[in-house]
Nanobody
Framework: QVQLVESGGGLVQAGGSLRLSCAAS????????MGWFRQAPGKEREFVAG????????YYADSVKGRFTISSDYAKNTVHLQMNSLKPEDTAVYYC???????????????????WGQGTQVTVSS
């Protein structure tokens, strides 16, 4: 099993920045990649950003490209999401996720991630 704990959410004004972190523990050797998803009230959970553990390849949803950056610290089994130029539509609960399967293509579907954090609220005021 892998446990994921997110931190760094909060309230910020439009145009501001936040940095989310996700610390993995347990059977971290089984992780092949990690990702961030978000879910706004009344909406489905959507992919935000992902990173391959072995190649550090990153990929993003079109809605956050150029504004968000995902990065990893393998030594600390931690992944970060730097969010800049935040917009009110970025308001959501953000979830960290990890997958235990090797993929050579971007993994953007929630069902391909088997481990999930508890989520952290991000609220962007206008």
């Amino acid at each position: 099993q892998v446990q994921l704990v997110e931190s760094g959410g909060g309230l910020v004004q439009a145009g501001g920045s936040l940095r989310l972190s996700c610390a993995a523990s347990g059977r971290t050797f089984s992780i092949y990649g990690m990702g961030w998803f978000r879910q706004a009230p009344g909406k489905e959970r959507e992919f935000v950003a992902g990173i391959s553990w072995s190649t550090s390849t990153t990929y993003y949803a079109d809605s956050v490209k150029g504004r968000f950056t995902i990065s990893s610290d393998y030594a600390k089994n931690t992944v970060h999401l730097q969010m800049n130029s935040l917009k009110p539509e970025d308001t959501a609960v953000y979830y960290c996720a990890a997958r235990d399967t090797r993929r050579t293509v971007p993994v953007t579907r929630a069902y391909e991630y088997v481990y999930w954090g508890q989520g952290t609220q991000v609220t962007v005021s206008s």
